[in-house]
């Protein structure tokens, strides 16, 4: 049995997804949030354990240790995305009982994490707002600051790889645009993200890219694009938009070749649709 850190494990299944992809009948971005919550979730815990002890996982403990590493118990955190699967990391030996905090503080704060799995992977996360998601109502923080660098340093090297991630291998055959409007910043106004995801030959569903574009112009999605095609992006077959003019003018220009389809969950009148055509539609819920 491989002896790796939970985060390590959920790290690898995020990287599964993203070049992988998921079955069409699979929400990608509400797989990737739940996984990018897990991911967030799971570092925090294995850092507020390491500052506990004093050392790192593989640090040898020094003449007088605080306690030992003692294995994890299994648990789940209801999130709007679902039960969302923690593994509790467990501490023997101690002069004083462990407790986590911070699974004390998601209990009732799930919320601000899911807004900052968004962000990370539309504009990556800066410490301050690491630090803004574990503050309690009071303020004060749940975990260390120590912790909040690690974490922070670790989902900015996350960040970078998601959106330089070479594209040219994966074959694209139909790509979705659309844009969404969040609450990024905690109490913020909404923000709007720019989403392309793709069906391949293979008939998998692939998020392709993410990106915080407010304005939702011309010139934001001619960026979006250019972004993704210097990244090896094939041209696709159709391209799925809304009716949007600034969005078709940007995809006349960079996929002058691809067939543009209006998307039908904007096209066709609430309640008018035929049962399953949501599924496929472009949009993000």
């Known amino acids: 049995m491989r002896r790796v850190a939970p985060s390590t494990v959920v790290r ?12 069409r009948g699979t929400n990608i971005l509400s797989a990737l949030a739940q996984l990018g919550l897990q991911y967030v979730v799971q570092q925090g815990l294995e850092q507020e354990q390491e500052d506990f002890l004093g050392r790192g996982r593989y640090e040898r403990a020094g003449a007088e240790p605080t306690g030992w590493r003692n294995g994890y118990e299994e648990d789940r955190l209801k999130m709007t995305e679902g039960q969302v699967p923690v593994r509790l990391p467990q501490v023997r030996g101690s002069e004083a ?13 799930s919320e601000v994490l899911e807004r ?5 992977y539309a504009r990556g996360l800066s410490t301050r707002d690491v630090e803004d998601a574990f503050k309690d109502a009071t303020g004060e923080l749940v975990i260390s600051r120590s912790a909040v660098s690690q974490i922070t340093d670790r989902l ?24 969404v409007y969040e609450s990024l910043r905690r109490y913020g106004a909404k923000e709007g993200v720019l989403a392309a995801w793709c069906i391949t030959s293979e008939g998998r569903k692939v998020l392709l890219h993410l990106a915080v574009g407010n304005k939702e ?55 008018h ?3 399953g055509e949501e599924e496929e539609v472009v949009r993000i819920a």
Request: charged share 25%.
């Open 97 to 109: 009982p462990y407790r986590s905090k911070l699974i004390e503080f998601l209990e009732g704060n």
């Open 12 to 23: 690898e299944q995020i990287d599964q997804l993203l070049s992988g992809g998921v079955d």
């Open 116 to 120: 900052l799995v968004t962000e990370m």
């Open 156 to 179: 900015w090297e996350d960040y970078q790889a998601f959106c330089s991630r070479d594209l040219s291998s994966i074959e694209v055959e139909y790509l979705f645009l659309d844009a």
């Open 273 to 275: 649709a035929r049962h």
């Open 217 to 271: 112009s011309e010139e934001c999605w001619t960026e979006f694009f250019r972004h993704m095609l210097r990244r090896g992006l094939r041209l696709p077959t159709t391209i799925t938009s809304d009716g949007a003019p600034g969005l078709i003018n940007a995809i006349g220009q960079a996929f002058p070749r691809s067939i543009r389809i209006r998307c039908w969950y904007h096209s066709v009148p609430s309640g």
